[in-house]
């Protein structure tokens, strides 16, 4: 338990009228430079940005600890407040929240690939060929509705070859050696238990897969799965109970929608950025708080290691602020949920620029919003897991500690 | 338990191929200053730092925690990524193996002055006229190696008056009290028990005590001996353990060439800056990952209050630095342990300016390396017990936190 913790929720003033928060997160945001190179934060034109940079405070955030590169699921849980190390999720169940599967408590959640397997039995292919998301569709649902001992299995399409695969039923740990070789040439890994009390999971996802490849047997080249991610399900207290705020997301992709269900936020539905900006007045009118918004494109880019692609993508979430912003949100925070620099095509542990404008802050320092200026800023370099006390503060509704 | 503590080891990439790391560590490098008036490390002429400034990032740490002023131990320990306070290893222990001296899980190791005893017995001299070396080794060798119940008493000079005193045997603590009084006039303290379990250590320390009087009683000035700094020593995991990385110390003190081996470090053999570098370059060919290197004259100066010296102690590790460069370092970090500002020609609590260069990072927003410019670097203002992790993130040796 972190120093501190619980403190805000005793503060949090609870039916009183407090401001509504935006928190917008440009994914991956943070990047890094060369010696007299700027970002593309820095060089991307933002004048709406660079407008709530001068009218607000800047800062820095580190997603997990420092030197710690985290994954999408704890970076996100971050900023909603959730200590990442005590609230760890696995990226089965992130996978299951993603497609919209209710999972409940109880319940493990695995992340499967189709693949191809040659005569021998070895991975042929991890991917399958990256077959079409119908046929995925098609083959999940051969496999769907398996009863097994206790434990019913239900197996869903993510897109291409990924699926998530659920098992019901009491008793199931996740302890349980992942198939993935992670090479072609090798046979898939056999689902050993790796701990006391992990021999039903181990017994039933053998089982399963035993099944599943007999029922795959003729298809091609889709005629194996693996599993990885293993992950348990046990419900968290909701931002709701938490911090009094009613959230709502509105995100494209089904990785942040299933983080934020996981915290309790009503998912909007959208499915493009002028529906994300719809969608954020559509939950302020039915009585949200609370809008996290996801935008993708900016880590995509990062990923890339495309620094034009990158700076393109703070451009376009640029664009969306005047709609946002006459949502009539009071408090609007905009930063990323870790740093995806394009010399490193990957996430890294470098400090994430954060924007405040709303509620009392000292403001005025910077007329733009870059990694400098948000290391010189107000808010100064704060973990990841406070900021949402800030936020709440800012919008009014944390009262006083102590007389 | 610090949050997120053993999160690091979990995420240690073992066996992978990793950048090698260079620590140089500029003792008690960071001072205040007056309004308009420099730093030390402001102020002198120091090119390869400042090019790495510009080449890298800069930041601030603070040692054990806000306001807390570390002994030399302690902050050594945090920037090896020992929490100071959960290893809290006592002085006693940091003398015995600064002089080489192969302490023992149980040991008990003391600090000790050969002191002046007047005619009553009072303490006349708590240096003895700070005999000179070669009379401790004989006066030592004297007192070395008795045997009281079932404890063995190993005594060994250090420099001038002082000399360690290690109690080996079961079941000694180091709850007894300090025999130094702190001033002349005064009788020495009895080593009296300060808590329950301590009685054999007292008895034991207390009959060493009359013992080794009597074989100086006809000594001068070196006719007693002072005791302090009890501390018992149970060994740390290794940073090979904890990090994955192999480690060495150049350093040419003995002090911090004992903290070094606390954690494991392999201590190089070295007596002067040249030494230094060679080894360091020596430590790299035999296969280390990790070099702490030791500059000890910019303490030195702080606590004698010259800000010349501090200046020239910069000039001459910066000096140093082709040198060190030279050896292959794909990640150098130059900070100092703790704050040694010349006016308080002491320790403080100040935070310590850190330069890290190599690896990705945010560069190029300074041309200097400075108390300032580091406060506004882009790593910001973190615990000294994380720059280890920032620095294995930086030679591309720890995994993603979570999916």
């Keep these: ?92 169940i992130l996978s299951a929240l993603g497609i919209g599967f209710e999972v409940q408590p109880g319940d493990l959640a695995v992340r499967a690939n189709f693949c191809t397997l040659d005569g021998s039995g070895a991975v042929a292919d991890r991917r399958a060929g990256r077959i079409d998301t119908a046929k995925n569709a098609a083959l999940s649902a051969r496999l769907d509705g398996m009863d097994i001992e206790d434990v019913r299995v239900f197996v869903r399409p993510e897109k291409e070859h990924r699926a998530c695969v659920v098992f019901r039923g009491p008793g199931l740990s996740g302890d349980v050696a992942e198939t993935d070789p992670g090479h072609v040439g090798m046979q898939p890994v056999r689902p050993v238990p790796l701990a006391a009390g992990a021999e039903k999971a181990s017994r039933i996802i053998g089982e399963f897969l035993r099944r599943a490849h007999e029922l795959l047997a003729g298809e091609s080249p889709a005629n194996g799965m693996l599993l990885r991610g293993y992950a348990g399900y046990s419900p968290y207290p909701s931002m709701e109970e938490r911090f009094g705020v009613r959230a709502s997301a509105v995100a494209l992709y089904p990785m942040y929608r299933g983080v934020a269900s996981l915290v309790g936020m009503e998912v909007m539905p959208c499915s493009n950025r002028d529906d994300q900006i719809r969608a954020a007045g559509d939950a302020l009118s039915a009585g949200s708080d609370f809008v996290f918004l996801h ?109």
Excluded at 17 to 28: P, Q, Y
Excluded at 366 to 375: K, L, M, N, V
């Design 1 to 92: 338990m972190r120093k501190g913790d619980g403190l805000v929720e005793r503060l949090v003033e609870r039916g009183a009228e407090g401001g509504r928060i935006l928190l917008a997160v440009l994914d991956g945001l943070g990047d890094v430079s060369a010696p007299g190179c700027g970002t593309p934060l820095g060089e991307a034109a933002k004048p709406n940005l660079d407008r709530l940079a001068s009218e607000g405070a800047l800062g820095q955030h580190i997603p997990v600890a420092h030197g710690i590169t985290p994954g999408s699921g704890p970076a996100h849980l971050a900023l909603f407040g959730y200590d990442p190390v005590e609230y760890f999720v696995g990226r089965g």
């Design 295 to 403: 935008h993708k494109p900016t880590d995509s880019a990062g990923e890339d290691g495309s620094f034009e692609a990158k700076k393109a993508a703070v451009e376009a979430f640029d664009s969306m602020l005047p709609g946002l912003l006459a949502c009539g949100f009071d408090v609007v925070c905009v930063t990323g949920d870790h740093s995806t620099p394009c010399p490193m095509k990957q996430h890294s542990w470098h400090p994430v620029p954060v924007l405040l404008r709303g509620g009392p802050q000292r403001c005025g320092w910077s007329s733009t919003f870059d990694e400098r200026e948000a290391a010189r800023g107000a808010l100064g370099t704060i973990p990841a897991v406070d900021l949402m006390a800030i936020l709440l503060a800012s919008a009014g509704r944390l009262a006083k500690y102590g007389a």
